[in-house]
């Protein structure tokens, strides 16, 4: 079984604190991406990484900042937290293969209240 | 922008009647996937559909994409309050790409 971890799944921070959300997949796979979900909004992508050190923006990065130094890792980094970043975030991976996109496996998702 | 918009937001059913939720691109997709989200967790994948016209079932799921492969349908039939939960319709942002825009999702809800 494909495994997503998030390294917490609650979290409390102060605005303007420095906040690092991390994502570990068991499968080897090439994509990874971070999600916020925010009632009635759905889920909308930050960033998506499709290899080791690669990154592309995704529809909401502003203050937002990713990494991505080994394949199976991924984190999203908050420069300085503000209330409007209180959400969920989502964490998930899929395979990338012969230009086909296969389906994202999700991490069980990290609640972050910013006070 | 691209958008994918879903209908209904949310969906109240007695358990046994069947449920549909609508899923609609503002632009052609190469694949669209299906997810369901229970209460508290998190998306799980439950199909893709790739061809125009295509229908797939899954026991009382059935999924169908457009012949336009701009919009696609979720219908259950003879709901169970298993079926609980949010599902979402995504779709890449760019055609054959794995950059996915979700829908806003249809949360239903099962009374026994």
């Known amino acids: 079984d494909v495994k997503v971890t998030q390294s917490s799944r609650y979290l409390v921070k102060r605005t303007g604190e420095k906040v690092f959300l991390e994502c570990v997949q068991d499968m080897d796979h090439e994509n990874m991406f971070w999600y916020r979900q925010d009632p009635g909004l759905g889920l909308r992508l930050i960033y998506f990484s499709y290899d080791v050190k690669m990154k592309e923006k995704g529809d909401i990065p502003e203050g937002y900042s990713v990494s991505r130094e080994k394949k199976e890792r991924f984190s999203l980094i908050l420069e300085s937290a503000s209330t409007n970043q209180t959400s969920m975030y989502l964490c998930?991976?899929?395979?990338?293969?012969?230009?086909?996109?296969?389906?994202?496996?999700f991490g069980p998702g990290t609640r972050l209240t910013v006070t | 922008g691209q958008q994918v918009m879903q209908i209904p937001q949310y969906q109240h059913v007695q358990e046994g009647e069947d449920f549909t939720t609508y899923c609609n691109s503002s632009t052609t997709l190469s694949n669209i996937q299906w997810y369901k989200q229970r209460p508290g967790g998190h998306p799980v994948f439950l199909i893709q559909?790739?061809?125009?016209?295509e229908v797939k079932k899954q026991k009382r799921l059935t999924f169908q994409f457009g012949e336009a492969k701009k919009n696609s349908s979720l219908h259950i039939t003879a709901t169970q309050t298993t079926d609980v939960g949010t599902y979402f319709c995504?779709?890449?942002?760019?055609?054959?790409?794995?950059?996915?825009?979700f829908g806003t999702g249809t949360r239903l809800q099962v009374f026994p």
């Open positions: 559909l790739v061809k125009s016209g």
């Open positions: 998930a991976s899929s395979l990338w293969f012969e230009k086909t996109s296969y389906e994202q496996y």
């Open positions: 995504a779709g890449p942002i760019v055609y054959n790409t794995d950059k996915l825009i």
